[in-house]
């Protein structure tokens, strides 16, 4: 009697296996409506921080053949399905001139069946999340020459003000029509640390300092910068706003900023917390070369995304 297994052997075990996963799906998703259950106050539901947690904790176990690019694929669909039947989701995206970029990373990251709507202006990008007649929001990366950036709408102490939450991609461009859409995604949602993030403070004050100046009083605080960007209204600024990007997790009850704004040696008017976001995953991460170990982040509890 013959051992050797047929074509038609291969893929009654193939069936089998697609039956088990459709039925751990169901279960999931079981799972997932009890978590809508819990949430059912909140006013946003998605989570970016557990959505984090979750793709570096598959990244890091996994092993195969399987790509891992194409298994986070799998799992922000999943994600953002579930997401769909917690409440309205929807994205507000950026798109100067038309330009498919902010478009394309949108779409690799929350999914094929979104509801996405396009925006010529970072202003309407803004309003739409502001009234929640978006859930969350895609801007460009900031820059420190932009001469009317985003970030300063920002810059707000209301609980129900736009963070920042993501930054994308997440998992590399894949197919995306431009290599240079970095972004950012605000949510009017806290983040919560991760233990691989990066956060934004915004400082407002009435008096311009050079910027070798304050990253210098940045680094002397404590803080590694990497991302200092001013801005003043023209023609003469009554007031001056700095956007610095830091390595890290930064809370609001911080020590370092308190030794900041004492060694800063002017006056500051506010010193606001605009959110954050879990790094992407880097490319040796995603190519399942050993570096992919250093980004492995603790399993959050829960059963959903959020």
Partial sequence: MSSVRTLGDVRADIDAIDDAIHDMLIRRTELVEEVRAIKQDWRVKIQPSREAEI????VARHHGAFPRRDLLAIWRVLICATLSFEGPFSVAVHMPDGDPGFWDVARGHFGPYTPMSRHGSARSVLEQVTRQEATVGVLPMPRSDDADPWWRHLAIDRADAPR???RLPFAGFGNSRSSH???LVICPVAVTATGRDR???VIDSPRRRAAVQLNKTLQDAGFETTLLA????RPSPQSWLYLVEVEGWLAADDPRLSVFREAFGQPIDRLVLIGGYAKPLPAAALDGTPAAAADRVPA???AGAG
């Fill in 230 to 233: 001013p801005w003043g209204e």
């Fill in 300 to 302: 959050s509890e829960g």
């Fill in 181 to 183: 859409a970095d972004a």
């Fill in 199 to 201: 956060s934004f403070l």
């Fill in 55 to 58: 793709a570096c904790r598959l």
């Fill in 164 to 166: 920042i939450i993501a």
